[in-house]
């Protein structure tokens, strides 16, 4: 792995590969479900770090959600833009900032689009946490707003540095 870049040493902790020891999914009109989840970091020189989450059915293994983007750090600043591209037809602009003292970033949408034949409904709003709860531990919380349900916990997780 390139050496961290200069600009992400206050989200230092967020580097590497992790993987979910717990991963639950909740939404008021779907049935509670399991999911297991990769998550990367990957910082390859530049003020940012490159993003892939990967998510897949804890007993079947089928691929669920997937997500690949950007987390960019404002240098000299704990401000942050995530920009994701999710694999159901929508993308995503975050942008938030990161609390050095509490290791906790906070990120809410600034934009969403969606392509035309995406299933409906249309997510509205992405709110999520990404906490780091032991030095080897993050918990990640994800609320979202579609256009008929207001903004409730869609996905909690925590995870365990796999690797980095
Ligand atoms: C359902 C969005 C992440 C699994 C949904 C729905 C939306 C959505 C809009 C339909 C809700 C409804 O019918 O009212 C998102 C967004 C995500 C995300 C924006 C990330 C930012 C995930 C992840 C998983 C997941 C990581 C699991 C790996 C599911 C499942 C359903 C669902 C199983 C119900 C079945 C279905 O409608 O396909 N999600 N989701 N989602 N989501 Fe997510």
Redesign the pocket.
């Known amino acids: 792995m390139a050496t961290l870049h200069e600009a992400l040493k206050p989200i230092s902790w967020l580097a590497g590969r992790w993987s979910t020891e717990e ?1 639950r ?1 909740t ?5 509670d ?1 399991q ?3 990769e998550l990367e970091f990957i910082c390859v020189g530049q003020p940012m770090f490159n993003y892939v ?1 990967t ?3 804890p007993e079947k293994k089928t691929p ?4 690949r983007g950007f987390l960019r750090i404002m240098p000299g600043t704990n401000k942050l833009a995530f920009m ?1 591209s ?1 694999n ?1 037809g ?1 993308t ?1 602009l975050e942008e938030g900032e990161n609390d050095e003292e509490s290791k906790q970033i906070v990120l809410e949408t600034v934009s969403l689009s969606r392509m035309s034949f995406a ?5 509205k709003k ?1 709110k ?1 946490t990404i906490k780091l709860v032991a030095p080897d531990t993050l918990e990640v919380v ?1 609320f ?1 707003e ?1 256009d ?2 207001p903004l409730t916990e ?2 909690k ?1 925590v995870y365990k540095k796999v690797d980095g």
Do not use: C, D, W
Request: proline fraction near 10%; charged fraction near 10%; glycine fraction near 6%.
């Open positions: 991963g999914g939404y008021p009109n779907i049935p479900f999911y297991h989840e989450s998510s897949t059915h669920m959600h997937q997500e994701v999710h159901f929508l995503s299933k409906p409904p249309a997510v992405i999520r994800l979202m579609t008929n349900t869609h996905l997780a």
